[in-house]
C-alpha cells in the first residue's frame, strides 16, 4: 500500500527558515521523481519544484530559487524541502508528490505553512 506523508509545517515569522519531510512508502522511492507543490487560498496549485529520480537533478521555480533546497535520501524514502527567508507570499499548504508517469503518480496530504509576523 503507498503512503506519502508530509511534516514539519507550522506558523513561522518572516525571514525565518523551516523543513519540511515527507516519507514514502509502497513504491520504489528511488525510481520516482520527488515534486513539492504548493496551493495558497484562492489559488491553484503550482509546482515549487522538484528532485529528479536520476541522478541529483534539481530544479525550481523562480519564486523559490535561491531560498529553496530540496533534497533526498533514498535509503530513507524521504525527501525534504529547506525553507530559508519565508515571506507571507510562501503561505500555502505543500504537498508531496512522487512521480513517475501519470498512472504512477502519489500525493500526500498536505502540510500548511504560515508565514506570518
Known amino acids: 500500500q503507498v503512503h506519502v506523508v508530509e511534516s514539519g509545517g507550522g506558523l513561522v515569522q518572516p525571514g525565518g527558515s523551516l523543513r519540511l519531510s515527507c516519507a514514502a512508502s509502497?513504491?520504489?522511492?528511488?525510481?520516482?521523481?520527488m515534486r513539492w507543490y504548493r496551493q495558497a487560498p484562492g489559488k491553484e496549485r503550482e509546482l515549487v519544484g522538484v528532485?529528479?529520480?536520476?541522478?541529483?537533478?534539481?530544479n525550481y521555480a523562480d519564486s523559490v530559487k535561491g531560498r529553496f533546497t530540496i533534497s533526498r535520501d533514498n535509503a530513507k524514502n524521504t525527501v525534504y524541502l529547506q525553507m530559508n527567508s519565508l515571506k507571507p507570499a510562501d503561505t500555502a499548504v505543500y504537498y508531496c508528490?512522487?512521480?513517475?508517469?501519470?498512472?504512477?503518480?502519489?500525493w500526500g496530504q498536505g502540510t500548511q505553512v504560515t508565514v506570518s509576523s
Open positions: 528532485h529528479t529520480r536520476a541522478g541529483s537533478g534539481t
Open positions: 508528490n512522487a512521480y513517475m508517469m501519470p498512472e504512477y503518480s502519489y
Open positions: 509502497g513504491f520504489t522511492f528511488s525510481s520516482f521523481d
